[in-house]
């Protein structure tokens, strides 16, 4: 039978598959249409008001202005953020996943910078309806699919992450997760050969941000185990551990770094004060009244996202047999997610590993909001008037997205202030989790407010420096000749009648090698700062300080070609045995 529908398939091809493409393209071409249309109802207020300054909104347009500089020096991969703590650098870009500022750097590189947060937005908004789209058109119409995709793209923790926090890493990570709900759902269908899309689907998500990561780690666990227990197979377990087993494979150039690094950082700085699991449960509270103020803020959205997802789950469940499966995985996530963000939850934060790390429980909004907009769109399924349900939709959200919008801080000069701080070449502000060992970043010359007569510039003590014309002047004084200063590079000569210790502006960190006239030395960092010195004996003698490439950077990058070569292979056996969807 399927080599008569093999051979007939053949014969009609060309009469079949034209319109058949065309429709495609057209179904692709209006979702796209009006995920475009909700994503710039969400940064209109952008034109009006300048960029939305929230929590997070200086720490990203940072690492994309310090990315964007070093891709002129040549560095197309930065590691090391050359400005932070006010010039002093950090190993920002070891640690931090590098999808967000990849493209927010490669966004402010062609556009104006005052216009890439808003692009940034709009891109990660339109991927998220589409996204969500592609996951439920499986199993609703075209027009409450749609529903779906426009749902997921504005939920309201989007509006929050869009006009209170600013985590575009966080944004960006939210619009692939239904790509991880898809992909776990193709393995239990078709097995082996959908592995390799849910290992780029979860790679991808790797790659843009951590906490998101570990979610989504949890998540397409638990998604897994529920699949195989409604299908009472375990066989779908394999394939699906195979491909979060390609998915860290293929994000390890980041994963392994980040990983063995943290032992030369004060990671632990991520989990101090208020960014503990403990201290960030819905309705929490506090000594501090502005912490508290935004916890309440985002705890009555998330229960009121809460609320909804579970009346529409139970409306839906009358005609789950359409799409049994999907229901039962995302009603068990949306379940989970829930109880992750109440205090009875406080073991499962204490006891499964890493878990702690996604430091604000409400972060599980992500998943829970996936479960939301299909459920809801799946109701608008069976509704007799549709309109009335589309009609409240768009008048909740678009109240909720005025009353954020209003309360929101919106500040034209963030960026112009980060640019010319760069510029001067004052830099801009650390991170505690980022701070290599030793170092105290406060007590860093060039913290704010600086005096006029302060002079931050790092300094050569008890020698000096002639820059090289249009060389960067990082010391100061005479007696020495910079040749070249970058990012990852230093290179100069020093000379003096006596022994003397070097200080560079720049924190100590294992990856930096100095040598002198060729020959390796040890770097004595100072007390508090970890700020970079080292002994130069007498006479003049050429000095190289360079940004190593270490062995776990190495040995990442090889396993993630080598995952990419092999899930490629794998893919394309796959798709020549597997007819392709629509």
């Avoid at 093999?6 to 493409?21: F, G, Q, W, Y």
């Avoid at 040549?74 to 006010?86: K, Q, S, T």
């Amino acid at each position: 039978m399927r080599e008569f529908s093999d051979i007939h398939k053949n014969l009609t091809e060309v009469h079949r598959e034209s319109p058949a493409a065309n429709a495609t393209q057209n179904k692709w071409r209006i979702a796209f249409l009006f995920a475009s249309l909700a994503a710039t109802a969400v940064v209109l207020p952008t034109f009006f008001l300048g960029n939305a300054s929230g929590h997070d909104f200086q720490f990203h347009l940072a690492g994309w202005l310090d990315v964007a500089g070093q891709w002129h020096e040549g560095i197309l991969f930065p590691r090391w953020a050359e400005w932070a703590n006010w010039g002093f650098g950090e190993p920002r870009f070891i640690f931090y996943p590098p999808a967000s500022w990849m493209l927010g750097a490669a966004l402010g590189s062609i556009l104006p910078w005052q216009m890439a947060p808003g692009a940034f937005i709009w891109l990660a908004l339109v991927l998220a309806a589409l996204t969500t789209w592609r996951l439920a058109r499986q199993y609703l119409p075209t027009p409450q699919a749609l529903t779906a995709g426009i749902l997921y793209a504005v939920n309201p923790y989007h509006l929050v992450i869009v006009y209170y926090r600013s985590d575009f890493a966080e944004l960006l990570a939210s619009a692939l997760f239904p790509l991880l709900v898809l992909g776990a759902l193709r393995v239990m269908r078709d097995g082996w050969n959908r592995v390799p899309a849910l290992a780029l689907a979860f790679g991808l998500i790797w790659l843009s941000n951590a906490p998101a990561a570990v979610i989504a780690t949890y998540s397409l666990a638990l998604l897994l185990v529920v699949g195989c227990a409604l299908g009472r197979d375990r066989k779908p377990l394999l394939a699906g551990a195979a491909a979060m087993a390609g998915g860290f494979a293929l994000a390890a150039f980041y994963i392994l770094p980040a990983a063995w690094e943290q032992r030369w950082v004060q990671i632990s700085q991520a989990l101090t004060e208020n960014l503990r699991p403990a201290q960030n449960f819905l309705f929490t509270h506090s000594n501090d009244p502005e912490f508290v103020l935004f916890n309440w803020k985002v705890s009555a959205i998330a229960l009121g996202t809460i609320l909804i997802t579970a009346l529409t789950a139970v409306f839906v469940a009358r005609q789950r047999g359409d799409f049994l499966q999907l229901w039962w995985m995302l009603l068990a996530l949306a379940a989970a997610s829930t109880f992750l963000m109440f205090p009875a939850s406080l073991f499962l934060w204490q006891l499964l590993p890493k878990l702690q790390f996604v430091q604000f429980p409400w972060r599980w909004l992500v998943p829970l909001n996936v479960a939301f907009a299909f459920f809801i769109a799946a109701m608008l399924q069976t509704s007799r008037k549709r309109w009335v349900g589309w009609t409240a939709i768009l008048l909740c959200t678009g109240a909720l997205g005025t009353a954020l919008v209003k309360d929101a801080w919106w500040d034209s000069e963030d960026i112009p202030a980060l640019i010319a701080a760069i510029q001067s070449q004052h830099g801009y502000e650390g991170t505690d989790e980022y701070q290599p060992l030793g170092c105290d970043r406060y007590q860093l010359p060039g913290q704010p407010p600086a005096s006029a007569d302060n002079d931050d510039s790092p300094n050569l003590n008890e020698s000096a420096v002639t820059p090289a014309p249009g060389a960067r002047t990082p010391i100061k004084g005479e007696g020495a000749h910079i040749a070249l200063w970058t990012t990852e590079e230093k290179l100069f000569t020093a000379r003096k009648n006596q022994q003397f210790t070097l200080a560079l502006k720049l924190i100590n960190y294992p990856a930096w090698e100095i040598r002198v006239d060729e020959k390796v030395v040890q770097a004595n960092p100072l007390p508090e700062t970890a700020q970079m010195s080292f002994s130069i004996p007498a006479g003049e003698h050429s000095v190289h300080v360079h940004f190593r490439r270490t062995p776990d950077r190495t040995t990442g990058s090889a396993i993630s070609l080598f995952s990419v070569l092999l899930l490629l292979g794998f893919s394309v056996h796959s798709h020549r045995k597997t007819p392709r969807e629509s």
